[in-house]
Every structure is written in C-alpha cells, then in structure tokens.
C-alpha cells in the first residue's frame, strides 16, 4: 500500500535510505553508500508539503518516495525502498503514486536524475518509461541538479536527467463550462 507520508512517519525515513544505500557497496560505490541521508526537517517538509509518500506492508513502512517542485517542474528527488523487499513492486507502486501527483498538480512530465549504468537507477526508470534527457545543461535547472549533486561528490558524467512523459488529462474531464 502507498499513502501519503504523515509526521510519525519522519522518523522512519533516514533507516530506509541508509539499508538502500548498502546495495551500492556491492557494485563498488561505497563513497553513495556512505553518504548520509537528508535531515529530518527535509522530510517534514515534504511531508507538510503533501510531497512525501510510504509504502506499507502489514502496516510497516518499508519505502518512501520525496518528490519536489523543480521550477514549475514535477521532480523525483528520491525513491528508497529496503533492500529485502527490492522487486516486489513496491518501487512500482511508489512511482505510480509521484506520477499521479505530477499529473495532480498539472505536470506534464516527471524528471528525476540518476545514476546512468546501476542497474536499479537509470536502466528500471527506463522500463518505467523515463527518457534522457538530451543535452541537460542548456537548461539552467538542470545546471543547478548537476551543481548540487558535484558539491555532494557525486560524478556528474555517471548520472543522467530522466524524463517521464505524462498522460495529457482527459479530454472529458475537460470538457466543462469554461470558469472564467
């Protein structure tokens, strides 16, 4: 099951996102692995935010999902699941649910960036139906990601920016008096 994250919740977060940094230490990025999980006050934040999501099983919380307005922009900061339950779909589930709220808040796409060649970053957003993004630095937002994450130590030419394209709104749905 996934719901939106409430304040109890907050607690939880940084246990998750360290167990899943574990599985980069198995493919030789121990420097990821290490890195330390964001502060409590960002995910209360999101969470205040309605930009945070859990996943549940049997009422424990085993993932998460933070997304963030990039800019007018729907964008993925950063999905966790633990490592044990890695391929159950509840990944899946979590990016179904961001994707809906992207499209809730009138997006017409869904961005992340991740690492290009971990088989669990780039290559499962892909089966997801993400995209790269061609030539990332002619945007300014895209320079600031970049920036960030090199101040974080992270190798920019291993990550790449993704989009996901989202379903236009129905047209039925659309179809109403016009409000003005």
Do not use: K
């Amino acid at each position: 099951m996934v719901r939106a994250a409430t304040p109890g919740d907050i607690g939880l977060l940084a246990g998750i996102e360290v167990a899943a940094g574990e599985r980069f230490r198995e493919i030789g990025m121990d420097g990821v692995a290490d890195d330390s999980p964001p502060p409590l006050a960002l995910y209360a934040e999101a969470q205040r935010r309605g930009h945070l999501w859990v996943a549940t099983v049997d009422e424990t919380v085993v993932g998460y999902a933070w997304a963030v307005d990039l800019e007018g922009q729907p964008h993925l900061e950063q999905i966790s699941v633990v490592p044990e339950l890695g391929g159950h779909g509840i990944g899946v589930a979590l990016m179904d649910r961001v994707a809906a709220w992207a499209a809730e808040v009138g997006g017409t796409s869904l961005t992340l960036s991740t690492f290009r060649d971990v088989p669990w970053n780039a290559p499962w957003y892909e089966r997801l139906g993400f995209v790269a993004v061609e030539r990332p630095d002619d945007e300014p937002r895209w320079r600031g990601v970049r920036r960030h994450e090199a101040e974080a130590g992270l190798d920019v030419d291993a990550r790449v920016i993704m989009r996901l394209v989202l379903p236009a709104p129905d047209a039925e749905a659309d179809s109403g008096p016009d409000p003005r």
